[in-house]
């Protein structure tokens, strides 16, 4: 019998190829992680220091951009809420289309597992903070507890090393994806001011000329930057909030390349010297100069990227190293000695926590049984039970997102800084489950015992 052919010197085997994007995004998760992480403590640090009102000062502080008969005045808290976060979901937009398109979400197979452990994980603590707060104005921040902060739970698996399976990883990256898809849903039909129709059509025409840029092939991403700077503003003025402006633009970047990798290369191979000659000798007559080939190459090389995956690679280290810490660190930093005990009487911070710690349990750990029991999918190869269950507690950790809603459901309120604290404890608790979990999991699996 002949044997398979051996893959070639420096070929990608097939699953590497695969998981490329995956391990990428995930190494910039955990290192934005840890920035986060960071970020976070230097601003608890800062709001309870003896320079606690410099805090406060600092990001309430008026910046305008424009003139006053055109243009914007915002606190500094709010550019970076309202701005600086509407380029973090543009990057969610982008992981959100390229999963879909060709990743864990691609194949409705493949999809349902974690698609469904997100809907669990979703709607088991909505419903346990409304069991807090049901029949208060409290209520309206039952989005709060629906949250997972991909970088800080992908932050603890890798913290974990070898003793989470890649599968775990994957899964979970996939469900904290599905959770952004329905955050972003949540803060546009609930977390809603009121509409002005002027500026939603503007919004819409812009968003219309988007799409068009995108049907008619157009690769350039100034044209992309210039459209979907004018759809934030539009969106901003209309009532919806901005950042849902970075979502809509991401659906329109295309995904796919102008020109396939063989044929960029083939443009290469012509503009190159061949093998063996004397790159230093008088080029043959017709052939471009070192400048002109060097132009075609660039070229050839960037229409054979995606301009999805371009924005993607060039815009996600700015998002997980500068914009999510910047705003942990504009609104993160919450008196302790000043507002526990509000936070230890409170319903808000007691369905938060209950939410994010038990609810996120219940509800992935129950629509995964479901779902596995049903016949509808199967657990990840080398994944037991134990590791999902590792893997709620980890989904469990709300931070960001968890925040974010909490401006949007308590602007300006006391509850506001309650709800900050129960996002803490909850999120510092669910990471210390997940930990133990997972560490009993790989023990388990280590010493080849059921797990």
Known sequence: MVGRRPPAAGATPPLERILAPFREFFGAEVAGGIVLLAATLVALGWANSPWAASYGALWQTPLAVGTEAVGLRKPLQLWIN?????????????????EVLHGELASPRRALLPVLAALGGAVFPALIYLAFNLGTDAARGWGIAMATDIAFALG????????????????????????DILAVLVIGLFYTANLDLRWLAVAAAALGLLGLANRLGVARLDVYAV???????????????????????????????????????ATVAAVLPRPGSDAAAPAPAGDPDPEEALRRVRAAAEAADAPLERLEHTLHPWTAFAIVPLFALANAGVTIGDHLAATVASPVAYGIVA??????????LGATWLAVRSGLASLPSGVSWLH????????????TMSLFIAELAFPGQVRLEVAKLGILAASVTAATGGAVVLGLAGRRRRAGGPS
């Open 82 to 98: 309202d701005g600086l976060m509407a380029i973090f979901f543009f990057v969610v937009g982008l992981e959100i289309k390229r």
């Open 156 to 179: 603890l698996l890798a913290i974990l090393g070898s003793r989470v399976p890649t599968a775990l990883k994957v899964f979970v990256t996939a469900l904290a994806i599905v959770d």
């Open 227 to 265: 459209l979907a700077v004018g759809l934030w503003l539009a969106v901003l003025q209309s009532g919806i909030h901005a950042t849902l402006a970075g979502v809509m633009a991401a659906m329109t970047i295309p995904a796919r390349a102008r020109r396939t990798p063989d044929e960029a290369l």
């Open 355 to 364: 939410g994010l710690v038990v609810g996120k349990q219940v509800g992935i």
């Open 388 to 399: 999902v269950w590792g893997g709620s507690w980890a989904a469990g950790i709300g931070f």
